[in-house]
């Protein structure tokens, strides 16, 4: 059995422009030692994906509208407040993608990091210290047991990041949701994390759902990847299927926005046109004013379904285009290059 089983995730954000669709029945399983990478533009829904899973969803305005969240057995969606304290920051972990504003300004690293500890564990604050003082240092904190009593003002934005990973890390979490990990980091340190995240994996079967917009720290690091837009999965599979073997045109334009892929002195791509706006509903295939096959029929159509390609390669295959034809024969000038395929090379 799948230690998080999704299946039908629905969270809308009721606001005075109307209701935004921010995911829009999402499903996905993660298992244990596993790591799922979501990609997608900005505003896809990635984040509230994970916030939703946590309830951490402020309502209102947002609303969790339907689906379940089965993490190991249990429901996420349905616990009380009670028994929702007894898995956050316990079997199931966040570092937030803000580490400026995650962090509370009025209290030390060391009170931060112990009382994670200790709200979940009967440990006295000595062995607290000394396990705050140690998660400090695997996070390459320099000067550990003195930086432990600083104050969050005093530390770096890349240094917040990383008190916030060894926050998330300390209670040895069964599920690590990691919304943008790396950003403040340079690409050194960002490969250290990334490093500690997988021996944490290799040694407790932690299981991580990895929230980004590096398509090579995907291709490097994920097991599996769902690449989402407009709220709706759009491809899902292996790294591998999603890397070499993509069917949807937005998987693959993503992959062409790899600045390592283009050629020296040529323009970077950039995907034409803007995501629709999620507060209207959204009839047909949300990428069809986007997307680069013939269209067949108007975008009044049905909403395209996920197609099973065998091997849990999916994708939204959607009938209102013509995607029979060879994505090289159909993308704009500028896509057609010989390495839109191989984007996992974008790895290193």
Avoid: W
């Avoid at 606001?15 to 029945?25: F, L």
């Avoid at 969050?152 to 690590?176: C, K, N, W, Y």
Wanted: aromatic fraction near 4%.
């Amino acid at each position: 059995m799948a230690l998080l089983e999704v299946s039908g995730l629905t969270t809308h954000f009721h606001t005075r422009n109307g209701v935004v669709r921010a995911v829009d029945g999402v499903s996905f399983t993660v298992d244990r030692g596993e790591t799922l990478g979501i990609v997608g533009e900005s505003g896809s829904g990635k984040s509230v994906t994970c916030y939703s899973l946590l309830r951490l969803i402020p309502e209102p305005p947002g609303r969790i509208e339907g689906g379940t969240a089965l993490f190991d057995g249990q429901d996420l969606l349905q616990m009380t407040p009670a028994q929702l304290r007894g898995v956050r920051g316990k079997r199931i972990s966040m570092i937030f993608q803000d580490p400026m504003t995650s962090l509370n300004p009025y209290l030390r690293i060391s009170t931060q990091l112990v009382e994670a500890l200790q709200s979940h564990s009967d440990i006295d604050d000595r062995t607290a210290m000394n396990k705050a003082i140690a998660a400090l240092e695997e996070v390459g904190i320099p000067e550990a047991s003195r930086r432990v009593r600083s104050y969050p003002h005093e530390f770096s934005g890349g240094m917040r990041q990383r008190v916030m990973i060894a926050m998330a890390l300390i209670t040895d979490p069964d599920l690590l949701i990691a919304d943008e990990p790396t950003t403040a980091l340079d690409v050194t340190v960002q490969a250290q994390i990334l490093e500690i995240i997988r021996e944490r994996q290799e040694k407790l079967g932690t299981a991580v759902i990895l929230v980004t917009h590096d398509l090579g720290v995907v291709a490097g690091t994920c097991d599996k990847v769902n690449v989402m837009y407009a709220g709706r999965i759009m491809e899902s599979g292996t790294t591998e299927q999603v890397f070499y073997e993509a069917r949807h045109p937005y998987t693959r334009a993503l992959q062409k926005t790899i600045p390592s892929l283009q050629k020296k002195g040529q323009k970077l791509f950039t995907i034409p046109g803007l995501p629709p706006d999620l507060a209207r509903p959204i009839t047909g295939c949300a990428f069809y004013p986007r997307c680069p096959y013939p269209k067949l029929t108007g975008p009044d159509a049905d909403t395209p379904l996920l197609r099973d390609l065998g091997n849990g390669h999916c994708y939204a295959d959607c009938h209102s285009c013509d995607s029979s034809a060879p994505i090289e024969s159909v993308l704009p000038q500028e896509l057609k290059t010989d390495d839109l395929a191989p984007a996992g090379s974008a790895a290193v």
